[in-house]
């Protein structure tokens, strides 16, 4: 990381012990980076606050609803997020297992370093490796676009979209809808549904606004015979 200006290290505190002597062994030139580095308790909190999340995956996927892209343009996209203020995240899973499920839900772009098909693999190391020198170039590179805002309004976050995410599936709970539907893939399919369509902060809370509307409509509605039982 510290090899290509990436600072800020954010580790997701899990069960397995962590020889700390160990890492800040191998660290060498860049203890500080190590010193510096935040525990978290989830990936949620984890990439609170960034506009794109680029989860970096080599296995196949059930669910084709992410954007998949490749190093390079995933360092593009990142690096012009950056070049407008805005916070980024570049997520890795752990060497043996890699992201879970739960994990991509945080995700608005899947990463897929191309790699022989007998051998699609790379260790942790590797891989941030790779995608920590083509965001280096990118940041370098005079291709970062100017970005026109009307009022200056700001993109939505991932937890900000996420959090519409769940009020919806609430509400779709109440209906019913899961009754013959995948409720997770359901979800995925809405959330990365919004992450394509660019919306703003105040976007967002216009749709979360309408569907507080929608949930106090349905959960005050009428029962079926209170009408006849009133007129009695």
């Not at 994990?103 to 772009?109: N, R």
């Not at 676009?145 to 009307?150: F, V």
């Not at 105040?202 to 009133?230: C, M």
Request: with cysteine.
């Amino acid at each position: 990381m510290a090899n290509f200006g990436l600072t800020d290290l954010r580790l997701v505190r899990g069960t397995e012990p962590y020889d700390h002597g160990e890492a800040h062994n191998m660290a060498a030139g860049a203890r500080d980076l190590l010193a510096s580095a935040s525990w978290v308790g989830s990936v949620a909190e984890a990439v609170e606050g960034a506009t794109v999340v680029m989860a970096c995956t080599a296995r196949p996927r059930r669910w084709k609803t992410w954007e998949v892209v490749d190093p390079r343009p995933a360092a593009t996209l990142l690096a012009e997020r950056a070049g407008e203020g805005e916070a980024t995240v570049l997520l890795f899973g752990q060497e043996d297992h890699g992201l879970s499920r739960e994990d991509l839900a945080h995700a608005t772009h899947l990463c897929s370093i191309p790699t022989s098909g007998s051998h699609s693999s790379l260790n942790l190391s590797q891989a941030v490796l790779l995608l920590g020198w083509e965001w280096a170039q990118a940041g370098t590179t005079p291709q970062r676009r100017e970005t026109w805002r009307e009022d200056g309004a700001k993109r939505a976050t991932i937890d900000q979209l996420n959090q519409a995410v769940e009020q919806a599936g609430v509400l779709l709970d109440q209906i019913d809808f899961f009754r013959r539907r995948l409720r997770p893939q359901t979800l995925a399919m809405l959330r990365h549904a919004l992450v394509n369509t660019d919306l703003k902060e105040r976007d967002v809370q216009f749709l979360r606004g309408v569907l507080n509307k929608l949930r106090w409509s349905i959960e005050h509605r009428p029962r079926t015979g209170d009408a006849g039982a009133s007129q009695e």
